[in-house]
């Protein structure tokens, strides 16, 4: 596991960056060598508002490689999905509602059917098959708070 280590120095009067030799050694950074100083700023300002900031050897693209780790990965253990009757290899609709998500097969949505005229109504108001698909999908077996069925 990685982790993140402190270490002090001091800005000079003329603006250079004191380092001590010990923590050049530990970093891999030598004497002489090229660096980048990488820092957060606000899109359309230059100026770091955390005043952090950080040191890496100008051959290294890490912002490439913080900007991959932002992407997020769920993954469910095979476990759930087979205890849920889903294959491994299914895609998965994921629906945020209050306090839950709901995740499950794309195939429920193409294999359920809706009534005709519950479907002209949604039409007329403007809500897809696909979204009533999806309300039915995540309400069925929730009891109704109000009248408790």
Request: proline share 5%; net charge negative.
């Given at each position: 596991m990685l982790q993140?280590?402190?270490m002090?120095?001091?800005?000079?009067?003329?603006?250079?960056?004191e380092i001590p030799m010990?923590?050049?050694d530990q970093t891999g950074i030598c004497t002489g060598d090229a660096i980048k100083l990488i820092y957060m700023a606000e899109e359309e300002e230059v100026k770091s508002a955390a005043k952090e900031f950080l040191l890496v050897r100008n051959?290294?693209?890490v912002v490439e490689e913080l900007a991959r780790e932002q992407r997020v990965s769920?993954?469910?253990?095979?476990?759930l999905l087979q205890d849920?009757?889903?294959?491994?290899?299914?895609?998965?609709d994921?629906?945020?509602q209050n306090g839950r998500i709901v995740i499950f097969s794309s195939e429920l949505l193409k294999e359920m059917e809706?009534?005709?005229e519950v479907m002209e109504i949604c039409n007329e108001l403007g809500i897809s098959e696909d979204k009533v698909k999806i309300i039915l999908n995540t309400t069925e077996g929730v009891s109704d708070e109000k009248t408790g069925t």
């Open positions: 993140l280590v402190e002090e120095g001091r800005v000079t009067e003329n603006g250079c960056i010990t923590v050049l051959d290294q693209d769920l993954q469910i253990p095979e476990e849920a009757g889903i294959s491994m290899d299914a895609d998965l994921i629906v945020c809706i009534p005709e």
